[in-house]
Every structure is written in structure tokens, then in C-alpha cells.
């Protein structure tokens, strides 16, 4: 007799139950933001960001962009600079998402589909929580049973465990799930988990993988898409 457990059929057969969504370039235009802070933070520690720094930040939790900021310039940090460093870019990001949040194309209807649709929806963001709060008075708290921002979590994108907990808040397999993404450390995260992950690029191309569809805008997505698109990305 063997002792293998095998999962249940509607995780193996990858039926969809959630659609966990990334925040920053996904549902909000909020990356152009974090373009304007992540620069002025370069220009408040010595000098201009580059262009290849500023890319290896895209998506990325809050030390790490901290860091590679830091790295850009060549400068090594000590813990406290550092953690100064990173108090200061949230209180930076706070006053400009204060000024308003736009919306991704397509974003809102989109939001409200998942619901009309009677899935579950969780908010999966490297955005910490602080700033995360100002964002879901713009989203819409209704919008999400739970939300997993990266100062919760063990370890941010590109780590998968952001999207671990979102399923296991869910108490779903990630199999089950559909994760919108729009970078490539989003997207990493999201596969590792074992999400089927819907790529909706931003500011940056993002690369294939087996359990990666793509769509040029979350515009005119129906719930006949969201289970579709699903099962596409199921190996």
C-alpha cells in the first residue's frame, strides 16, 4: 500500500479560486512613483541613480531597493544608515501616494469582475505596510478578503513567500490561484509559489515560463478570461 497523499482533484485539475494581485504597476500607476522616489533617494544619499540600478529595484522589497541604491552609488551602508535610508523613502512615498493614486488601465472593472465572479482576492505587495494602507483607500478595502505586504512576510519578492501566505490565508493551494503581475520579480515570486501568474508588463519586459501567460492590459477582462488564462498556465 503506497503512503502517498495525493491532493485533492480541484487542486490537481488547477481549478481557480483566487486571483492574488500585485499592487505597484499592476492595479495602481504607482511604479512611475516609485521611479520619482526611488531617484531622490539616489540624489539624497550623493549622486543621480542609473538607469541599471534603477531597473534592479523594479518590484523589489524596501532593503533590498535601499540597498541597491546604496550599491549604485558605491557606497556600503552600515545597518543604521541604512534603516535611516529606508525611513526616509517611506516618508517620501508617503506624501506623493498621498497626492493621489492612478489606476492601471482596466484596473477597477477588473477588481470588481473577481468579485462578480465569486472568487476569492488577495492584495500580494513588496509595498510595506504603512504605505500599503494609504494605497486600499484608493483600491478599496471591499475589493480583498486579506492583504500580504512585504514587511509581513519572511522574505519579499522575488522569494515565493509572499504568495505562500496569501494561499495559505486562503487556506488554498497556490495551484489554485491566479497571480497578476507586471515585473519580473513579481512574476518570479509568484511561479515559485506554484501560481498560474498572469503578466501584465509595466516598465519592464518580463520573461516566459511555463507557468506564465501574458495579456497586454487587464482592459475588457472577463471572468470566462480569468479561468482560461488559468488553465493555460497549469503544467
Known amino acids: 500500500m503506497?503512503?502517498?497523499?495525493?491532493?485533492?482533484?480541484?487542486?490537481?485539475?488547477?481549478?481557480?479560486?483566487?486571483?492574488?494581485?500585485?499592487?505597484?504597476?499592476?492595479?495602481?500607476?504607482?511604479?512611475?512613483?516609485?521611479?520619482?522616489?526611488?531617484?531622490?533617494?539616489?540624489?539624497?544619499?550623493?549622486?543621480?541613480?542609473?538607469?541599471?540600478?534603477?531597473?534592479?529595484?523594479?518590484?523589489?522589497?524596501?532593503?533590498?531597493?535601499?540597498?541597491?541604491?546604496?550599491?549604485?552609488?558605491?557606497?556600503?551602508?552600515?545597518?543604521?544608515?541604512?534603516?535611516?535610508?529606508?525611513?526616509?523613502?517611506?516618508?517620501?512615498?508617503?506624501?506623493l501616494f498621498a497626492d493621489g493614486l492612478p489606476w492601471r488601465p482596466g484596473a477597477?472593472?477588473?477588481?470588481?469582475?473577481?468579485?462578480?465572479?465569486?472568487?476569492?482576492?488577495?492584495?500580494?505587495?513588496?509595498?510595506?505596510?504603512?504605505?500599503?494602507?494609504?494605497a486600499l483607500d484608493t483600491l478599496g478595502r471591499e475589493h480583498f478578503d486579506h492583504s500580504v505586504c512585504g514587511d509581513e512576510v519572511p522574505a519579499g519578492k522575488p522569494d515565493p513567500a509572499p504568495y505562500r501566505r496569501a494561499a495559505e490565508l486562503l487556506g488554498l493551494d497556490p495551484a489554485q490561484c491566479l497571480a497578476v503581475e507586471d515585473s519580473p520579480t513579481g512574476a518570479a515570486a509568484a511561479d515559485a509559489a506554484g501560481c498560474t501568474v498572469l503578466v501584465v508588463p509595466s516598465l519592464v519586459d518580463v520573461p516566459g515560463s511555463g507557468r506564465r501567460v501574458f495579456r497586454s492590459t487587464l482592459e475588457g477582462l472577463s471572468a470566462e478570461d480569468l479561468h482560461e488564462l488559468h488553465g493555460a498556465g497549469v503544467p
Do not use: H, K
Open 108 to 134: 477597477q472593472a477588473a477588481l470588481r469582475t473577481v468579485r462578480e465572479a465569486g472568487l476569492r482576492s488577495v492584495l500580494v505587495t513588496n509595498t510595506e505596510r504603512a504605505l500599503c494602507e494609504v
Open 2 to 95: 503506497s503512503d502517498r497523499v495525493e491532493a485533492p482533484l480541484a487542486v490537481r485539475a488547477g481549478v481557480l479560486r483566487a486571483v492574488l494581485w500585485d499592487m505597484d504597476g499592476t492595479l495602481l500607476e504607482s511604479e512611475r512613483l516609485w521611479d520619482i522616489g526611488m531617484r531622490e533617494l539616489s540624489l539624497y544619499l550623493g549622486g543621480p541613480m542609473s538607469e541599471e540600478t534603477r531597473i534592479s529595484t523594479i518590484g523589489g522589497p524596501m532593503d533590498l531597493a535601499v540597498l541597491r541604491t546604496f550599491t549604485g552609488l558605491g557606497l556600503e551602508p552600515t545597518p543604521d544608515e541604512a534603516a535611516a535610508a529606508a525611513v526616509w523613502l517611506t516618508d517620501y512615498m508617503g506624501r
